[in-house]
């Protein structure tokens, strides 16, 4: 396993190589945050409400539409910028091939990204508006946690989904200490984000920390999982070490 200033140097000189690619990739954030948002606030946010209201069968299938629209555009660019850091060991991939396999990756990656954003709304269904809604952002985060070298396990193993799922979790526990790092540290950079946010308040306080959010932390941790992922293969320490 690299030491941990290999991983730091070699995650940011991808996200500066590929800067371009993870602007792209923040405007995708942008466009599902704002259509998850749209499936929440059909919901309503008081648990009463929601199971009281006997909602037309019109308003679950926009919810539904809305993650569907979500889990594609996600996995699409996610499926991008985490094969076009693996590119870096791969120079004679062939365009065709690229395309052939983002669209693959994308595919398994929508399946998982769809049950996963099924759950988080089931998650929000139930707790919404009740004394233990605190629970919501922690269910996420531990969601999260099962599947967290999904996406690099796809786009860089080239597996479906069942091994993608095994791969994911042989990987999380011969490496524990390491994913819990550099998922401590990110949890900690987005409760600072949102702290910036909450002090400059307001409209430019929510846009302040969606930028952070969007164009700084969400993709740089998606290129760091994809170093720590790469670490698996020998030749790949090697490379990285030397790059």
Known sequence: ????????????????KHF??????????LITLFINNFAFSLMGNDVTFVYAAGYPIYVYLLVLLAIVLSSLIYSMFTSI???????????????????????????????ISFIVNIIY???Y???VGTVVAFLIPVLYFILAIFVFYCAQSIIIDEEGIGVALEHNYKFMKNNKLTTFVVYLVFVVLIFIVS???????????????????????????????????LTKFNIFNSYLRHR
């Open 1 to 16: 396993m690299l030491k941990v200033k290999n991983i730091v140097k070699n995650s940011l000189l991808s996200y500066f």
């Open 81 to 111: 910028l985490v094969f076009v850091v693996r590119r870096d060991l791969f120079q004679g991939v062939k365009k065709m091939e690229m395309v052939k396999h983002i669209i693959k990756s994308t595919t398994s990656l929508f399946v």
């Open 20 to 29: 371009h690619v993870v602007v792209g990739y923040a405007i995708a954030l």
């Open 125 to 127: 269904y139930i707790f």
């Open 195 to 229: 702290l910036i946010s909450m002090w400059i308040g307001g409209t430019t306080g929510l846009i302040v920390g969606l930028i952070l959010n969007t164009i700084f932390i969400v993709p740089l941790l998606e290129i760091t999982k994809t170093v720590i992922y």
């Open 121 to 123: 709304f089931i998650i």
